[in-house]
């Protein structure tokens, strides 16, 4: 079988007045209906959960990380236990990052060159080496239907001159990265870069659009600059990209964003944000997000969200929940992860019936109108809080 018999995607309808898609991406593991947002199983687990738990709430694909199963357990134990789809007992399909973000973002003392990144393990110092090669290698070995290829991602705020230079290297470990690959039964996703610099998100685009790839991410957004000026950059990179391959717009999974990157093409979403924020004790409603340790919900006896067909709001109560929370058991993060998993799937799920109805102008007008997301200095203040918790232990 060649990749075109095991890969293709068919983009069954658009909308009219917007850059929506809805689709269907067909791997060997089965078909993923766009758009759609992935789950995060960092280390073979979406955290808290189980692969049943994970299948109950609609996902039909998973993403797992190169640079954290690298070192933990091993990409070599995980082939030899017939790979990630067998040995976290999830079989439907898995899509692996290059490592390249955490290898960038977990050590200040990593050495980039053009040959690859040689870095220490955020887990006990070792030494290690990363090159185009060697990420496609770690993935093969690791078994996921679609692989990413070994980029650079420029921090938020760059230099042009460095933006540039990040980005030329990212397409050179890109045609590395094709001429490594081995297994046709993986597909392979180039990543556009080029910071925030319009004409250089368009040369990225450009030039991985031109590349054989089966599919084109978008790095290097969501890395700390204002909301309206990723939705720019967004727009400015789909505009570049074929229409016949998916989207893939990384690392991103507040409500907003998700509707707001369906507006402008994207098909495929990750984030860590449901799981994180769910063993935190935040969960998402329609309205926003509520924080399930506040006083006000210790006698309130509804669900997280009135009308959630998730196992947390049909069986318990914001009380139960935030008891839970507050006497730090297990089943309270669970739950709430449970509850942020489900919300961001359903509202994939929303969103696609409203392209598929010619209904997403609307759909995303009355969504933007009701959810209320977090500002951009709350955000700051918990990003500054979280790292002084992190500091204490």
Not at 177 to 199: D, H, N, S
Not at 267 to 282: A, E, I, Y
Not at 334 to 350: G, P, Q, S, W, Y
Request: glycine content about 8%; hydrophobic content about 40%.
């Amino acid at each position: 079988m060649t990749q075109a018999d095991l890969f293709n995607f068919n983009l069954v309808h658009r909308d009219r007045s917007t850059g929506a898609r809805a689709g269907h991406l067909h791997t060997p593991h089965g078909a993923i209906p766009t758009p759609v947002f992935m789950p995060v199983g960092t280390q073979a687990t979406v955290k808290t959960l189980s692969a049943h738990d994970v299948a109950a709430l609609g996902a039909s694909i998973i993403l797992s990380n190169t640079y954290h199963l690298f070192l933990r357990p091993g990409s070599e134990l995980i082939a030899e236990l017939g790979g990630l789809h067998r040995f976290m007992n999830w079989h439907r399909p898995i899509l692996t990052d290059s490592g390249g973000f955490q290898v960038f973002s977990l050590g200040a003392t990593n050495v980039i060159d053009d040959e690859g990144v040689t870095f220490r393990s955020h887990i006990d110092g070792s030494r290690h080496r990363f090159t185009p090669e060697r990420a496609i290698t770690i993935q093969e070995q690791i078994g996921a239907d679609i692989v990413m290829a070994f980029d650079e991602c420029a921090p938020y705020p760059a230099t042009p001159e460095y933006t540039l230079a990040a980005m030329k290297r990212t397409h050179r470990w890109l045609e590395r990265c094709i001429r490594a690959k081995t297994r046709p039964e993986q597909a392979l996703f180039g990543i556009v870069q080029g910071g925030m610099y319009p004409e250089l998100r368009r040369q990225s685009a450009a030039f991985i659009a031109e590349q054989p790839v089966v599919g084109c991410a978008i790095g290097g957004l969501g890395v700390g600059e204002p909301k309206p000026e990723m939705y720019d950059m967004l727009a400015v990179t789909t505009a570049e990209l074929p229409q016949h391959k998916p989207r893939y717009m990384m690392g991103i999974g507040s409500p907003e964003d998700l509707v707001e990157g369906v507006a402008r093409g994207v098909d495929m979403f990750d984030c860590v944000q449901p799981t994180r924020l769910g063993r935190h004790g935040s969960a998402w409603t329609p309205d926003g997000r509520i924080n399930l340790l506040n006083a006000h919900w210790a006698r309130d006896d509804q669900p997280i969200q009135v009308g959630c067909d998730c196992y947390a709001c049909a069986n318990h109560t914001r009380a139960y929940i935030r008891h839970l929370l507050r006497a730090e058991e297990s089943l309270g993060q669970r739950l709430a992860t449970i509850h942020n998993v489900r919300f961001l799937i359903r509202l994939m799920e929303d969103v696609r019936a409203a392209i598929l109805a010619d209904n997403f102008a609307a759909f995303r007008d009355d969504f933007l109108r009701r959810f209320q997301p977090v500002s951009d200095a709350v955000r700051a203040a918990q990003r500054e809080a979280y790292g002084r918790r992190k500091e204490r232990g």
